[in-house]
């Protein structure tokens, strides 16, 4: 980091005073983006079809535009720096809490069937989280480029809430 802002790492740590502190920082400012980016949504009332779709879409576009921070909050997710366990569970509860209210919008609409929208929300980051794993593994080579994931996976997790026909 510091070599790319060209500048020494007593600098940085002018700064921050841990490595935690960094990462702290880089990933809380990128969980903000996202409570903002889900919370305009909502806002917005585009059909709950519509809203998956842009969140997918948004997910997998830090892939294409921002490969290394998408890299780095996986990893993070799944093997955290010591000391930010607890403030990970908790971001992603909150993003999950923001899903789940866009899915609760759903169910009270009757666009969706009725399900437990924690539960589901969290399924939603799962299954996100692991085509991300896949893609970010394979690289080019991916059997579901990072270009056609969105579309596959938010058609896949509408499919899977919508209510089921007469």
Aim: charged share 25%; aromatic share 4%; glycine share 6%.
């Amino acid at each position: 980091m510091a070599r790319a802002a060209r500048v020494s790492i007593g600098t940085v740590y002018h700064y921050f005073r841990s490595k935690e502190a960094i990462l702290e920082r880089i990933l809380g400012e990128e969980m903000a983006r996202r409570r903002g980016f889900l919370e305009d949504l909502r806002r917005h009332g585009a059909s709950l079809e519509a809203q998956i779709r842009a969140i997918a879409e948004d997910h997998f576009a830090l892939i294409r535009e921002r490969k290394h921070l998408a890299r780095l909050l996986l990893r993070e997710w799944l093997d955290p720096t010591p000391g930010l366990r607890v403030n990970l569970q908790k971001i992603h509860d909150e993003i999950a809490e923001c899903l789940a209210q866009i899915i609760r919008d759903g169910i009270a609409v009757g666009q969706i069937q009725s399900r437990d929208p924690v539960l589901v929300a969290h399924a939603m980051l799962g299954a996100m989280e692991a085509v991300s794993l896949r893609v970010l593994a394979a690289g080019k080579g991916a059997l579901c480029p990072v270009d056609k994931a969105a579309e596959e996976l938010s058609t896949f997790l509408w499919t899977g809430l919508c209510q089921p026909s007469s």
